[in-house]
C-alpha cells in the first residue's frame, strides 16, 4: 500500500508540475494586454473608442478578472468579451494560434503554417462552395467568403459564367463571413452596366477615403436587368452584408432571410505574441446613399423569414421573376429582332452595313445575342437563306463587336471567300490563326487549314 501510495503521489505531483508549467503566468497575461492595448491604440479607426478598451482592460487586469483563465483559448475568449463589452465591434475579436507540431519561429513551424493556409484555400474553394442552375433557368451560388481577387477571380469568373445565361440568379450570403472588399465590388460589377458607387472606405492610416465603383471590364457576361436575390442570415457578415447592402441601396436585388451581423469595420489580423492574434478594424464603410452603414444594426432583408424556409421561399420568387423576365426578354426581343431583320431585307452594300452594327450593337448590350447567336444569324443568311451580302455584314459586325476572338475572323474569312473576296478573306483567317496562337485556341489546326485553303485559290488564281 505505501508503495502504491506514492507512485499515485509522485504522478500527482508531476501532473501538477506540468499543468503548472503550461498554464499562463501573469506576467504572460499582462504582456499579452499591453501589446493588445498598444496595437488598438495604434491602429483602431475609432482612438478614442482605443482609449476606452484600454481604461476597461486595465481595470479588470488590476481586479483580477483574467486570473481565472489558465490557457490561452479561454483567455482569448475573455479578452473578446472585454473588448466587444467597450467598442461592440463585433470584428475586433481575439484568437489562440493552431498548435502546431514545430517550435515557433522557425522555418519548420512557418512552412506548417503555410502549408495549412493552402490547405485552408483549397477545401475552400475560395468561397465558391456550390454553383448550379435550378429549375426554371435559375442560377445559384452558395458563396461561403469573399476570397482575394488576385486568388479567387478565376474561380469568380468560371461561376459567373455558368450563371450569365440563366432569367434570375440568387446568391446565398448565408454562411459567409466577408472577406476582400475588392472580391465585393468586382461581383458587384457584374449587376450593372453603368458607372456606379457602390461603397466607400475611410481608414484611419492617412486619414484617407477610398471610394468602389462597379468595373470597367469584368470577365464574363453583365447581368444588368436580370432579377437578383440575396439569401442573408445573422451569420452573413462584414464583406458579404456589404455586398447585401450595396446591392439594397442601390435597388438592384431582393434580400430574403435574417437581418445580418452587423460588422461594417474592415481591418486584419497581427500577432499579440507567438500563440494570439487579433483582429482590429483599421476602417470603417461609407455608403453613398445612405451615408452610413450597417454596424451594430445588420442589413434588413425585404422580405423576413429564418433561414432554415429562406431558401425555399427565395427559390419560388425569383422562378416567378425568372418567368416574367423571359416574356419582357421575349417583347424586346422581338421589337429589336423586327428592326434588325428590316435591315436585312433592305440590304444595300455600303449603305446598310452600319445600321446592322447598330441594331447587332443593340442586341448585344440588351444581352439578347452573344457572339456566337451572331455567328449562327451570319451561316443562317450565308447557307439556308442564300444572302452572302448580309452574312458578309452579319460576319463583319462580330468581328468588330468581338475583336479578340479568333471564330469570328475565321466566319468572316469563310464569308469572304464565298463572295470571291480571297485577298480580304485571307487576311481574316491570317487573323483567325494568330489569335489562335495567341489564345491557345483548340481550334488552331481548323484556322490554319482553311488559311490554307484560301492561299491555294489565290495562287490558282494567279
Not at 471610394?211 to 440575396?230: H, Q, S, Y
Not at 461609407?286 to 452603414?293: A, E, F, R, S, Y
Amino acid at each position: 500500500m505505501t508503495r502504491l501510495f506514492l507512485l499515485v503521489a509522485v504522478l500527482f505531483c508531476c501532473t501538477l508540475a506540468t499543468a503548472q508549467e503550461d498554464a499562463l503566468t501573469a506576467e504572460y497575461k499582462q504582456a499579452a494586454i499591453e501589446r493588445l492595448n498598444q496595437l488598438m491604440n495604434d491602429r483602431y479607426v475609432f482612438p478614442d473608442v482605443a482609449k476606452a478598451t484600454e481604461a476597461h482592460l486595465l481595470e479588470q487586469w488590476e481586479a483580477g478578472h483574467f486570473d481565472q483563465f489558465t490557457e490561452d483559448e479561454s483567455f482569448a475568449e475573455a479578452l473578446t468579451v472585454s473588448v466587444q463589452s467597450i467598442n461592440k465591434d463585433k470584428h475586433m475579436r481575439i484568437w489562440a494560434n493552431p498548435v502546431y507540431e514545430a517550435p515557433p519561429n522557425t522555418p519548420e513551424h512557418r512552412i506548417e503554417e503555410q502549408l495549412a493556409r493552402m490547405d485552408r484555400s483549397r477545401r475552400g474553394n475560395y468561397g465558391f462552395s456550390s454553383v448550379q442552375v435550378l429549375e426554371g433557368n435559375v442560377g445559384y451560388l452558395d458563396l461561403r467568403g469573399f476570397a482575394g481577387l488576385e486568388n479567387g477571380k478565376a474561380h469568380a469568373d468560371a461561376a459567373m459564367k455558368l450563371l450569365g445565361r440563366t432569367d434570375a440568379v440568387i446568391f446565398d450570403l448565408r454562411k459567409n463571413g466577408g472577406g476582400s472588399p475588392r472580391m465585393v465590388q468586382y461581383l458587384c460589377s457584374f449587376f450593372f452596366d453603368e458607372k456606379v458607387h457602390l461603397n466607400s472606405l475611410y481608414w484611419r492610416q492617412g486619414d484617407e477615403t477610398e471610394e468602389f465603383w462597379t468595373l470597367d471590364e469584368v470577365g464574363g457576361n453583365r447581368m444588368p436587368d436580370v432579377p437578383l436575390f440575396i439569401i442573408t442570415s445573422d451569420r452573413t457578415f462584414s464583406g458579404a452584408e456589404e455586398f447585401s447592402y450595396n446591392m439594397q441601396t442601390r435597388e438592384r436585388a431582393t434580400l430574403v432571410g435574417e437581418t445580418t451581423g452587423g460588422g461594417a469595420n474592415p481591418g486584419g489580423s497581427v500577432s499579440i505574441n507567438e500563440n494570439l492574434r487579433v483582429f482590429i478594424p483599421v476602417g470603417r464603410a461609407i455608403n453613398p446613399v445612405t451615408k452610413t452603414n450597417w454596424e451594430g444594426v445588420g442589413v434588413v432583408p425585404e422580405v423576413k423569414v429564418d433561414q432554415e424556409a429562406a431558401y425555399d421561399k427565395t427559390l419560388a420568387l425569383a422562378q416567378e421573376a425568372a418567368e416574367s423576365y423571359r416574356a419582357e426578354k421575349k417583347e424586346r426581343f422581338t421589337a429589336m429582332f423586327m428592326d434588325l431583320n428590316a435591315q436585312f431585307e433592305t440590304y444595300s452594300e455600303g449603305k446598310s452595313d452600319a445600321a446592322i452594327l447598330q441594331q447587332l450593337t443593340a442586341c448585344k448590350e440588351a444581352n439578347l445575342m452573344g457572339e456566337g447567336d451572331i455567328n449562327i444569324l451570319g451561316y443562317e443568311h450565308l447557307m439556308q437563306l442564300e444572302k452572302p451580302n448580309v452574312a458578309e455584314a452579319i460576319f463583319r459586325a462580330n468581328t468588330l463587336l468581338y475583336p479578340h476572338s479568333a471564330n469570328v475572323y475565321d466566319s468572316y474569312g469563310e464569308a469572304l471567300m464565298m463572295n470571291g473576296k480571297l485577298e480580304a478573306s485571307a487576311e481574316n483567317f491570317q487573323r483567325a490563326v494568330d489569335l489562335a496562337i495567341e489564345n491557345e485556341d483548340g481550334n488552331l489546326e481548323v484556322f490554319k487549314r482553311n488559311l490554307a485553303n484560301v492561299k491555294s485559290k489565290l495562287e490558282a488564281k494567279d
